[in-house]
């Protein structure tokens, strides 16, 4: 049963931003994105710039629910563990996410994945190919930065922060893949399209024949198309058609 945002100390803006990240946590889950407990998606908190939530260390994406968010400070200090929940951050997690946050006030969630197919590419000298619709929807708007190993150093937020840029999403070498959103529903709509992308891309690539690339024009045209200046109305139905799927069966996301 969900829990009225009054009953946990909350006000309704903080509840709803809880509730929302713990929805991306079951979809990525449902969608097999996860990688046991080694990931992470953050969201800021309304009105604050310097604090947002991220997952405890610990946890499953599949049974993460809303109060079990854990708040951090720009130090990486958990300022209101969840009770009943480990209460640790993972450190890598706080300097990717607190990068990111730092150099896109705009920005509300970050997600970032360790899927199969978006580590293959991420690996691959080229990067993400131009090949699909998917990949398109990413033209000129894609990032690309270096491993430097485990992300436990607070140097590298700098070089996260300037590899990125004004980017939807980042390819992080030899890792994975980042994306970011000013909404819940923007940023699931741009992991599930670029992990797409990949997935096309590797099995493109394993048919072993020549590819069709389409013109840098209809590239251009594509990405402008994809990418209008306000919210996307698309991405807000497809959020809402994903809900449905957990609201279904695992409704006690929003406890």
């Not at 840029?165 to 699931?188: P, Q």
Request: aromatic share 8%; charged share 20%; glycine share 8%.
């Amino acid at each position: 049963m969900n829990r009225p945002a009054a009953t946990m100390g909350y006000d309704a803006q903080t509840w709803e931003t809880r509730c929302e990240l713990a929805a991306i946590y079951r979809l990525l889950a449902h969608f097999q994105m996860s990688d046991l407990i080694y990931t992470h998606v953050s969201a800021r908190l309304p009105g604050n710039h310097d604090r947002f939530l991220i997952n405890p260390y610990g946890m499953l994406f599949g049974e993460i629910c809303a109060s079990d968010l854990i708040e951090v400070d720009e130090t990486g200090h958990a300022v209101d563990p969840a009770p009943g929940a480990p209460g640790t951050v993972n450190t890598a997690g706080f300097n990717i996410h607190s990068a990111i946050h730092a150099g896109r006030p705009e920005v509300r969630f970050v997600i970032h994945t360790h899927t199969r197919a978006g580590t293959a590419v991420s690996c691959q000298r080229d990067g993400l190919l131009p090949i699909s619709q998917q990949a398109l929807m990413f033209h000129d708007r894609i990032g690309y930065h270096d491993y430097e190993g485990f992300a436990l150093d607070a140097e590298e937020r700098a070089r996260l922060i300037a590899d990125i840029g004004g980017h939807k999403g980042l390819i992080m070498r030899n890792h994975g893949l980042l994306v970011v959103g000013r909404t819940a529903a923007e940023a699931f709509s741009r992991i599930y399209t670029l992990e797409r992308a990949c997935e096309i891309q590797i099995a493109a690539l394993a048919g072993g024949r020549e590819l069709v690339v389409p013109s840098p024009e209809v590239q251009a045209h594509t990405g402008a198309q994809a990418n209008p200046e306000g919210l996307a109305d698309w991405e807000d139905l497809a959020w809402q058609s994903a809900l449905r799927l957990i609201a279904a069966d695992k409704p006690d996301y929003r406890d």
